[in-house]
C-alpha cells in the first residue's frame, strides 16, 4: 500500500517534545531513525550551506564561482578544481570536535533504540563520537576516502589530505586526472550503501531529523518513507519540509486533531538537551559528550609548537593535523568504510 493512503493508527497526545517522550516510554520505542544535515555541525564550527550570512554558499564570493553550488559540481570540479580544494581546507576532518548532538545520536545507539543515522554530512564527526559505523550511513559521501575522477583509482589518503589542508589540488600519479574525496557531488550518484538501506525506513517506529534545510533530493524525501503512523520529530532554527501535496512534507498544523509531527525551532543541541532532559538521560548525556570531547581535545595537537627555521607556520600547522588525523584512524582502523 503506497504511504500516502496508509491510515493513520498511532497519535501523539499534543505535537510537542513531552509527547514524543510519552510516546517513546509507552510504546517501548527501538527503532529510531535520525537524518541529520549540516545544522548539527555549525555548532562545532563548520559552516552549512544556507545559513543567511553565516552559511557557505554566503561567503563564497572569493572562490569567484559562476553560481554557489558550482563548488559542489562534478562538471565544474572536472573544469576547475581550485574552489572546492580552497573551501575543503576550511572544513576538512581534523579540526572539529563533534556537538551535543552527535552525542545524543550515540547515546540512542547506547540505549538499544537506534535503527540508522542517515546522514548528509561529509565531516565524519559522528564516527568521531564512537558511533559504531554499521550505524551510520554517509548519504554524500565523506572525506575519510578520495578517487581519481578519470581513471577512478583510490588516492593515498594522507597525499590527499597533505594537498587539502593547503588548498592544492592532489592529481593521480597514475593518468594525472583530478583526485576528489569520495563526497557526491552535484551530478553523482549516491553511494550503494545509501539505497541498499533504504527498507529500514519502513522498520522505524520514529524519526528524527536534525538540522537540515530538507533542499536536497533524495535525502529530503525520504521524510515521507516511514510508516504513515510513525510520529517525526525536527528539530532546526527554521521550519523545513513542511507539506505541499497530500502524503509529502510534514504536517505541524495537526489537521483534524491528528498529531503526528512536531517541530522543535531551536538549535539541534537546545532539542537534544531538551529530549535528553525529559528522558531523564541528560547526566549520561553530559558526561558522554564532556568524556568524548576531552578524549579527542587530548589527541588533538592544542599547544602551538615551536616553528623550525625556514618551515611555513602552515605547514607546521597541516603536520599537526596529520599527527593527529593518523592516531584517529588508527584507533579507528577496524571500522568498514561507507561506500
Ligand atoms: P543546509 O542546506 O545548509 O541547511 C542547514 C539547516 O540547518 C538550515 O535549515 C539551518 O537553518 C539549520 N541550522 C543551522 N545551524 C543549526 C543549529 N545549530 N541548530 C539547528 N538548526 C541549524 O544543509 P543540509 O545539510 O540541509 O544540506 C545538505 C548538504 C550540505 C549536503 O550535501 C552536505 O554535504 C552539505 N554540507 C555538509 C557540511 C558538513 O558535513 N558539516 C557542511 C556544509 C554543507
Same mark, same amino acid.
Given at each position: 500500500m503506497s504511504k500516502a493512503n496508509q491510515t493513520i493508527k498511532t497519535v501523539l497526545k499534543e505535537p510537542t517534545l513531552e509527547s514524543i517522550v510519552d510516546?517513546?516510554?509507552?510504546?517501548? =520505542?527501538k527503532k529510531v531513525i535520525v537524518m541529520s544535515g549540516a545544522g548539527i555541525s555549525t555548532a562545532a564550527g563548520i559552516p552549512d550551506f544556507r545559513s543567511k550570512d553565516t552559511g557557505l554558499y554566503h561567503n563564497l564570493q572569493k572562490f569567484d564561482l559562476p553560481y554557489a553550488e558550482a563548488v559542489f559540481d562534478i562538471d565544474y570540479f572536472m573544469e576547475k578544481p581550485e574552489p572546492f580544494y580552497a573551501l575543503a581546507k576550511e572544513i576538512y576532518p581534523g579540526q572539529f570536535l563533534p556537538t551535543k548532538t552527535h552525542y545524543f545520536i550515540r547515546l540512542l545507539q547506547e540505549k538499544g533504540m537506534l535503527l540508522r543515522n542517515f546522514t548528509q554530512n561529509i565531516d565524519t564527526l559522528?564516527?568521531?563520537?564512537?558511533?559504531?559505523?554499521?550505524y551510520i550511513i554517509e548519504a554524500h559521501g565523506s572525506f575519510a576516502s578520495a578517487s581519481c575522477t578519470e581513471c577512478k583509482e583510490k588516492a593515498d589518503?594522507?597525499?590527499?589530505r597533505d594537498h587539502a589542508l593547503r588548498g592544492k589540488v592532489p592529481k593521480c600519479e597514475s593518468c594525472d586526472g583530478f583526485i576528489k574525496p569520495d563526497i557526491t557531488f552535484f551530478g553523482e550518484n549516491l553511494p550503494k550503501r545509501f539505497y541498499d538501506n533504504l527498507s529500514d525506513f519502513d522498520d522505524a517506529d520514529l524519526l528524527i531529523v536534525l538540522g537540515t534545510s530538507l533542499q536536497v533530493q533524495p535525502f529530503a524525501s525520504l521524510i515521507d518513507e516511514v510508516p504513515k503512523s510513525v510520529p517525526r520529530l525536527?528539530?532546526?532554527?527554521?521550519? =523545513?519540509? =513542511?507539506?505541499?501535496s497530500k502524503g509529502s512534507g510534514f504536517d505541524f498544523k495537526s489537521k483534524k486533531g491528528v498529531h503526528k509531527d512536531v517541530y522543535f525551532s531551536g538549535t539541534c543541541d537546545e532539542g537534544v538537551t531538551k529530549l535528553a532532559e525529559l528522558l531523564g538521560w541528560d547526566k549520561e548525556l553530559n558526561k558522554m559528550y564532556e568524556k568524548g570531547t576531552e578524549k579527542l581535545k587530548s589527541q588533538?595537537?592544542?599547544?602551538?609548537t615551536e616553528i623550525e627555521p625556514g618551515q611555513q607556520?602552515?605547514?607546521?600547522? =597541516?603536520?599537526q593535523l596529520a599527527d593527529v588525523l593518523d592516531k584517529l584512524t588508527a584507533e579507528d582502523s577496524s571500522t568498514p568504510k561507507t561506500t
Open positions: 510516546y517513546i516510554k509507552e510504546k517501548n =520505542v559522528e564516527r568521531l563520537t564512537g558511533l559504531d559505523q554499521d589518503s594522507d597525499m590527499v525536527l528539530i532546526n532554527k527554521e521550519m =523545513v519540509g =513542511v507539506q505541499k588533538y595537537v592544542k599547544e602551538e607556520k602552515e605547514d607546521k600547522e =597541516v603536520d
